[in-house]
């Protein structure tokens, strides 16, 4: 089903657009030698190049560029072999060059796709305009000084990567999930760690609406979101305002907007409006970024499986839904540990176990799948117990239970415990007829013909075993015992 | 020891060699010279105690048996070279206090082979002019004068201090950097020998940037020999300057003194506009009889485009200074003027900070960049650079080496040519074109005007081939005896 | 191209260079002149020119390893800061 917006000209359809910034994971700046982590002290992490000290200029980082080609091959894209690195114009305080070295008219990556999947089953393709390598601006602090704005440069000159999109995705949901799912192949070819929190990963979002068959219509570009949630809900409100704004007889502008989450609305930037002309024109400091097709075809060679084609293997070699598939796949971690417990065993019971119960826990108790109590190797040996017997379902989520709280083997639980399956026919027997001894008046009722009464006589025989008899053997044995 | 100030470097090392001097002696000479000539305010900032302190070092250094190529030597460092704890000012009340806490590449290289400091050069402000005028430290005298004529005249620029003060021996060589003639106009203007290598030849890192694809550093010296010895101080390539060549640094002085028999020497034809002065035609003429003279054989070439040079660089440099300039914002260094808000101080500060030329030429750039107009002026200068540099290895087909004039007149006055900004661009005609190639071009003083000024010719060379241009470079300083001590 | 005081107004604005009003016209005169110079070059057929951006273009672009070798003087980059705090720059406040 499209997704539409109401309004009281009938029916609309949104049209959005994603460039997402992507930072590289990489140990130095893209131009200069200075520390990329997280969290230093202002200014700490900042070489003169990245301050624009006069007569500084910029050498680029190797990695940034290796980064750069990894992760356009991860979106099926073009490889351009030779890019140019273009110098954006503009003024801002945290841009200590007064212009910021991005691609421009020959960016490194050209077209390339990303399959989508949506929470109702479906697919769809969004594609990737082009993406190029860019550097980050420093930060502004509006709100540490009464009259001033700080400004730390610790983050100038970091390698970003801007992945711009098609204006491909029509509905907050789509635009969730090629995010997802965006952050899913960044995280596999550990191009960018996709922190949203931390200003990884940002979004500018492009949103304008029509009726169905029309042309597009003018477009509103909402500037840096930074969380799934708030690009969803950036689109939603956005769409509504522009819708308003049709129907009451005005036009949108094509202007830059912020996003407000704590009010729900999106408001213009007159500020970033203000005579904007970039001024771009190819970096006189740095030559065009020539690659050798071998350079190029060396990561290729070197690509991981990625997310699509993993989820059609584990539905093609495990026999999983498309749905279980997708959802194993969403990381790595997740997906390799699926697959560590699935190999050599039954695999459907692998994915509930590992989906149902090892999600469940691990979302319960707040950890992720890198930091999980519960071991591939001890979920896949608590799959042996039951499949050998020696565990019935029962017991094995009393297992788990403990595996979680214990960390240890479920082998090791099952002896301490004693929760071994009870499988001898003969204690069995004894049991049954303990039970049929205390209860002479529901075997005669049985034997009359009430069978109904069987599963009563089932449950005094797992009662009296303290759950650990095999409920098969319990089954055979009880049905002999009150044939007489 | 008569006046130790006018010996040629060559000259100097050979007295310090033998220990009938000393680093100090030269320095402490150079020093006092400086003091008594500071009415042509060659130097923005002179650095006595760190000159003497590196002087001193260098004579240790001398005594332990180790000797840089330039040890001992002291030099003036065009202020547009950032110098570690050295106000660096590039001429411009912008960067007013301005100290670095880096040391640029050349300056390095030049300190590694055991160079002495005198102080930072005067320059046009972000070397941007032909006549030392537009620094907001006060204008360059030249030590020239007019014969029989007391009025100040200019040293050129935008090397200007440099220039002046190797003329006036208040330093034994120095620095300058050449974006369209910033070296080569001001060594004709008094008299010295400079040259602008090869684009690539020498970093830029550290040197504050005007023109990126244009911007070089090189030597100023008296002498050819010199030249080619500093310039070999001064080169090398630098993993820090991504557009420096990585090419081997050839023993330059090998070629002062080679024999040039059989080297074909290209004069282009449209470097004799109408209205160039039979003084300056004499001077060219005379320059092609020595190496005539000398076994070269002289060539006609064309430079079709050469006519179109000059605003292709008026519109490639400014638009590449205006971006460069922009750094220059009043957050980081140098001037803030205060404002209420975060705009009115880029203004307030860029208004004052600059001057009316560097303001000028930020505006035509930004201009020529701007949406709409990038492709008819930008991309189309940039095309024709493409043209001019085909011109030049099309002429290197036939030819090993150009010779042509430096500027189309001696030095001019102080104030002169102020009005009108496209007569003073005109200085740099038959500079700007090697520059837009990127090839190495070196002047050197021929002889005087008729009313005593030098008047200086051009040796341009292949891309790289900095060798030949010294061999002919020396060829004609021998024959020339150019009288360098008219200057005091 | 003449321009006009608008246009010099927004050309200074995008550099950032206040200029008074008294002084657009004379900039304006004095740009126009400079700018009907340059266009000279209209008169040379570039169909097919490649544009030159460096001379050294045939050079490949030069990388370097992905290593931390600079950084870690907050000292040295704010000592020549016309106003800093905190280890901070300071800028007049700017409002979103």
Redesign the interface.
Known sequence: MAYLIEGDTGPWEIVVGLEVHAQVVSNAKLFSGAATAFGADPNSQVSFVDAAFPGMLPVINEICVEQAVRTGLGLKAQINLESVFARKNYFYADLPQGYQISQYEKPLVGEGQVIVDLNDGRSTVVGIERLHVEQDAGKSMHDQHPTKSCIDLNRSGVALMEIVSRPDIRSPDEAGAYLRKLRSILRYLGTCDGNMEEGSMRADVNVSVRKSGEEYRTRCEIKNVNSVRFVMQAIEVEARRQIELYESGGTVLQETRLFDPGRGETRSMRSKEHAHDYRYFPDPDLLPLKLSPDFVAQIKASLPELPDEKKDRFVRDFGLTPYDAGVLVVDRASADFFESVAKGRDSKLAANWVMGDLFGALNSTGKTIDTSPVSAAHLGELIDLITDGTLSGRLAKDVFALMVESGKAPSVLVEEKGLKQVTDTGAIETVIDQVMAANADKVAEYRSGKDKLFGFFVGQVMKASGGKANPGLVNDLLKSKLAG | MSDVTRLTMTEALALLNKGEVTSVDLTKAHLAGMESARNLNAYITETPEKALAMAGESDKRRKAGQTGLLEGIPLAIKDLFCTEGVQTTAGSHILEGFKPAYESSVTTNLWNQGAVMLGKANLDEFAMGSSNMTSYYGAVKNPWKRQGDDRDLVPGGSSGGSAAAVAACLAMGATGTDTGGSIRQPAAFCGIVGIKPTYGRCSRFGIVAFASSLDQAGPMTRTVADAALMLKAMAGHDPKDSTSAPQSVPDFTKSVGASIKGLKVGVPKEYKPDGLSAEIIGAWDKGLAWLKEAGAEIVEVSLPHTKYALATYYIVAPAEASSNLARYDGVRFGLRVPGNSLDEMYMKTRAEGFGREVKRRILIGTYVLSAGYYDAYYAKAQKLRTLIASDFRQAFERADVLLTPTAPTPAFGLGENLDDPITMYLNDVFTIPTSLAGLPGLSLPVGLSSDGLPLGLQLIGRPFDEETVFKAAHVMETAAQFKRWEAR | ?S?DKA??Q??????????KDEELEP?AK??S???H??????E?N?EG?????????D????????????????E????????T????????????
Do not use: C, H
């Not at chain 3, 927004?10 to 200029?19: C, Q, S, T, W």
């Not at chain 3, 040295?76 to 106003?83: F, I």
């Open positions: 191209m321009l246009t010099v927004k050309i200074a604005y995008l550099a950032r260079i206040e200029v900039l004095e740009l002149g400079i700018l110079w340059v266009e000279q070059l209209s040379v570039t020119v490649a544009p030159m951006t460096s001379v050294a273009g050079l490949a672009l030069p990388m370097r390893e992905d290593k931390v070798s600079d950084g870690g003087y907050p040295k980059v704010l000592q020549n800061g016309p106003e705090t905190n280890g901070f720059f300071l800028v007049p406040k700017v409002v979103e």
